[in-house]
């Protein structure tokens, strides 16, 4: 740090110099003259400097509401999906613009009360440094003892020790975005999406009939929840696929049921109707036998790897693809794996056509769709 030829102060003469002292004998030593260190308020308590304060503290203020707006957003705006026709889709679409306003403004309001703050009450000093090559030399104990006093007297000049509104609302804002910080992984546990359902949710789906005998029907989306498109084999070409729902009769005057089962993740399925020269190199898995009609087979949409959608039929291969890692299943063999780090099939959903010749579940999966579960043997 010091300049070669520089006489040093010893240890005694160290230990005897005050702040100020030190300050100049550290900006000395890296080659910095200090001209003019003047204190933004040389009077204290004026009303300006009142002013100034509450100025930059109402920022914090700021800061610190949208902090705590951040915090009850992620926690308790609805959150869950709602198709366009049901009712709360307003609020639930506010849900992510009001995550990132409310902390937006945050550390916007952050930012500029510490950049005021600076502005307002650090000193702007002027000082002169000459060029040198970057090779001083200093001793350990000069440098400790004067960078210690040069962040001193930089702590002392903001004035910050004096000013309690502005601590106070510095806490405070530091405080709700740490709120923030912590509520966030904390807020999955908080809010169960299995609330509601049934305690073996994860081994049904609501492709289950409600009572015995009930036919659940093959259901397309069309855009309009409350609107109820259900399938005939005749909609479907050869080669074709088509996304399903299920459809209980019972839900026919429910707007809430009827929108409800787009939103959930375990109801998606394709049906896909086989080319007959494909149909016919079909092996179906043991105890699955009847599981299809005639060359319509469907399979759940859930990716058996983590969950995707596995959206993508490609009608020259018969293969199912999911995008998200590459995962393919052979339609052609009950959905089995075929490439891709999935290891199960997609369950198969067992079809049949009803009286007036509609396709309808003749039973719910079988096996848990999607991927693994704890509690999941296979
Ligand atoms: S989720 Fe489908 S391959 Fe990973």
Known sequence: MSSEGQNLPSSAELAEMDRDQLVKLGTKLDGVE????????????TRAEKRAERSVALW??????????FVVALIWWPWQYKAPEQSGTFLYSLYTPMLGVTLGVTVL???IGVVSYTKKFVPAELAVQ??????????PEIDRKTIVAQ????????????RSLVKRTVGLAGGALGLGVVALPVASFIKSPWKGDPADTLWHTPWAPEYQGEPVYLRRYTGDSSQIDLIRPEDLDAGGMETVFPFHESERNDPEKLGAVFTRSDTPVMLIRLRPEDAAKVIKRKGQEDFNFGEYYAYSKVCTHVGCPAS???????????PCHQSQFNALEY??????PAT?????????????GYLIARSDFIEPVGPAFWERKS
Request: with cysteine; hydrophobic share 40%; charged share 25%.
């Open 130 to 139: 000459d060029r040198h090559d970057g090779e001083g030399e200093g001793s």
């Open 312 to 322: 993508l039929f490609e009608q020259r291969t018969n293969r199912i693809l999911c």
């Open 60 to 69: 914090f203020a700021i800061a610190a509401l949208f902090g705590l707006g």
């Open 109 to 111: 309001a952050l930012g």
């Open 151 to 162: 962040l001193e007297d930089a702590g002392s000049r903001s004035t910050i020790a004096r």
């Open 34 to 45: 200090l001209v003019d260190y003047p204190d933004p308020w040389p009077v204290k308590g």
């Open 344 to 356: 199960r099939a997609l369950p198969q959903l067992p079809i049949t056509v009803d009286a007036q």
């Open 335 to 340: 959905g089995k794996p075929i490439f891709g």
